[in-house]
């Protein structure tokens, strides 16, 4: 649970997705996003089924797992997603996101993640009602609200996100689970404010952080400590 602790707002999390930086320099970029103060790096996993483009694999998690002192979050945007969990539960990820659209037994889904030694997240695409997920949210560690239309990054963020996000707040203080609520695709500093105000833990973000020349200013950006 992190929305508070004793009474007192927590600060919301910064994972960053590495989808938008330079592919020869990777490694480099975790790193540096790492040392600036992100909580956790983001790896976007794309098959070209699920969503039109492909991106990394897990020989990508266990390159960079051996350079990193921050939690990775694996984001799975394909088809089959439980033939996978073994590689990259093995490369390093802390988290696997799986998604709602593509997903058959979440309950399994979610129990062969935790059985490999992961976290549990569910993924929803901006067209899945909150609605749908709401009975399978306890089995969850992580609720990700996608922004976006998944397969890319640089796309403007879907306004009619934020319903979806005070829904699922709501849900989760009324049932006292401790399913953290993160939002993935369009977050800047415009927008931050509002997506956590709405009940968000957790911002994913990508090309803003991969863009910006200071990473340390633009998370503090992001968080809203710095103007
Ligand atoms: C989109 C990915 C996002 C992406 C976010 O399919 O899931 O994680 O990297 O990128 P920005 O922040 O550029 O929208
Ligand atoms: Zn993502």
Do not use: W
């Amino acid at each position: 649970m992190l929305r508070s602790i004793d009474g007192v707002p927590a600060m919301p999390l910064v994972s960053a997705s590495i989808l938008s930086a330079d592919s020869g320099a990777l490694r480099e970029e975790a790193v540096r996003l790492a040392r600036a103060g992100a909580d956790s790096i983001h790896v976007d996993v794309m098959d070209g089924h699920f969503v039109p483009s492909i991106s990394f694999g897990p020989e990508l998690v266990r390159a960079l797992h051996a350079h990193l002192d921050i939690p990775m979050q694996v984001h799975l945007m394909l088809e089959k997603p439980e033939s996978f969990i073994p590689s990259f539960a093995d490369g390093g990820a802390d988290t696997l996101i799986f998604h709602y659209e593509c997903s058959e037994d979440l309950r399994h889904l979610a129990g062969s993640a935790e059985g490999a030694g992961c976290n549990a997240g569910l993924a929803i695409n901006p067209e899945t009602r909150f609605g749908l997920v709401r009975d399978a949210i306890s089995l969850f560690d992580l609720l990700l609200i996608m922004g976006v239309h998944p397969g890319s990054g640089g796309q403007a963020f879907i306004d009619n996100t934020l319903e979806k996000v005070k829904e699922a707040r709501a849900f989760v203080e009324r049932e006292k689970l401790g399913t953290v609520i993160a939002v993935d695709g369009g977050v800047k500093p415009e927008n931050s404010m509002r997506i956590i105000n709405a009940g968000a833990d957790q911002l994913v973000v990508g090309s803003y952080l991969s863009s910006a020349e200071d990473a340390k200013e633009a998370i503090g950006r992001l968080k809203g400590i710095i103007d």
